[in-house]
Every structure is written in structure tokens, then in C-alpha cells.
């Protein structure tokens, strides 16, 4: 079955610093993948379309110049929270689409602490 | 703007029981309905899909479009139905996923 990946599963780092976050495709290309974050108890809130060879389509409220994503390859989105603030702990989760199935497939998250 | 609500945030049932989570959604086109499921420490993952018209691991769940709901069933609940489930809408033509907040449904013995 399709099988999306994220690494790191977690991370902590001081605030002012950066953190890129992975997510990767292990058995199909994506065109299309997503990046969401969940704060706790609460429901998955699309943060941006990321699309391969493309610019990413972010949604409303969301700083493109803080959330920083490059889709550079069919199978790789990364995510990199520059200058991170305590704010920005968060659970991140990436999908990807596999056109031929139609459908969305989630990575395991990653967990991101900013002391 | 697609909304949707899911106004249990827990369920609980004892084993055997009937169990319906309930979803309702605000979209003024024609929408493609989600439910996703998430089990303890695991990732998210497609439980049904309303064009599907399929049964999956027991449950079910029916587009009605005159009252926008996408309610979930099941007729008898098993231990291992304990997850958290989430709905989801697909604006028509779109790829991108709206959610619900979400019910976490404990079934107990």
C-alpha cells in the first residue's frame, strides 16, 4: 500500500532557530502533497498545498515566509519553520496524493517543541 | 467556504452496542465526504468515502443531502473500533481535505 514517511518524528530546539521537516513518498509519486497541523485535542488544519516544480499554495492566515515549502522531487515535500517561537509547537503532519488511487495518504506526524 | 461539524467530541458505547458519529457540512456545491480513523500512536488513514458506497470493517455511512450529514454506523461496536474519527469534505474538483474536530469513540466491555 501507499506509505508516506515524515522525519523527524520529533524535535526540540530553542526559539530563533529553524527546523525542517521531511516528508517523503516511499512508494509512488506525488504531485500533490499537504501539510497540515494539529494542536492537541483538536482537528487537522490545512496549512498548505505543496506542489512538485511549483510554488506552494498556502491558506489564509498562514505566513509563507515562516512556513517554508519546497517540493522539489515527485516523492519529497520538506517544511522548514524558520525562526521558530513557542507558538509554533505544533504536531505536523504531511499527506501526499496518489493520483491513480484518488486519495490521501498521511504521514505519522512529527512533534515540534520550541523551548 | 466548506465547513464541518462533528459535535461529539467522545462517544462512549459498551461493546455490541450501536454506534453513529455524527458529521454535518456547509458547502454550497456538490461535496465528496470522508471518514477518517485514527487508532492509538498511529497515523491518520481512510476509512470510507461517500462515492465508494462500501462497507468497512462494519461501518457504513450515507450521503443525505437535504439535511448535509454524513453520519457514521455501525450496527455492534467492537473493542477494537476505539479510535478517534475524523470527517472530511472535498470541495468538488478540489484536492483539498476540510475536517471536522473530530469524535473519539470508547467502546467499553
Known amino acids: 500500500g501507499a506509505v508516506v514517511s515524515q522525519h523527524p518524528s520529533w524535535v526540540i530546539c530553542k526559539s530563533g532557530t529553524s527546523v525542517k521537516i521531511e516528508c517523503r513518498s516511499l512508494?509512488?509519486?506525488?504531485?500533490?502533497m499537504f501539510w497540515y497541523r494539529q494542536f492537541p485535542k483538536q482537528s487537522l488544519m490545512l496549512m498548505a498545498t505543496?506542489?512538485?516544480?511549483?510554488?506552494?499554495?498556502?491558506e489564509q492566515g498562514v505566513e509563507k515566509d515562516k512556513f517554508l515549502i519546497n517540493h522539489a522531487s515527485l516523492t519529497l515535500s520538506t517544511l522548514t519553520v524558520t525562526s521558530a517561537h513557542p507558538e509554533d509547537s505544533s504536531f505536523y503532519i504531511c499527506?501526499?496524493?496518489?493520483?491513480?488511487?484518488?486519495?490521501?495518504?498521511f504521514g505519522p506526524g512529527t512533534r515540534l517543541t520550541v523551548l | 467556504a466548506q465547513r464541518v461539524t462533528q459535535p461529539e467530541k467522545l462517544l462512549s458505547v459498551f461493546k455490541g452496542a450501536p454506534v453513529e458519529l455524527k458529521c454535518n457540512y456547509s458547502?454550497?456545491?456538490?461535496?465528496?465526504l470522508f471518514w477518517y480513523v485514527q487508532y492509538s500512536r498511529q497515523r491518520l488513514q481512510l476509512l470510507l468515502r461517500?462515492?465508494s458506497r462500501e462497507s468497512i470493517k462494519g461501518f457504513t455511512a450515507d450521503l443525505n443531502k437535504g439535511e448535509t450529514s454524513f453520519h457514521l454506523k455501525k450496527p455492534f461496536a467492537q473493542e477494537e473500533d476505539s479510535a478517534m474519527y475524523y470527517c472530511?469534505?472535498?470541495?468538488?474538483?478540489?484536492?483539498?481535505?476540510?475536517f471536522g474536530t473530530g469524535t473519539q469513540l470508547k467502546v467499553e466491555l
Open positions: 499527506s501526499a496524493r496518489d493520483t491513480l488511487l484518488n486519495e490521501q495518504f
Open positions: 512508494d509512488f509519486q506525488a504531485t500533490t
Open positions: 505543496s506542489n512538485e516544480g511549483s510554488k506552494a499554495t498556502y
Open positions: 458547502y454550497s456545491g456538490s461535496p465528496e
Open positions: 461517500h462515492i
Open positions: 472530511a469534505l472535498k470541495a468538488g474538483g478540489g484536492n483539498k481535505l476540510t
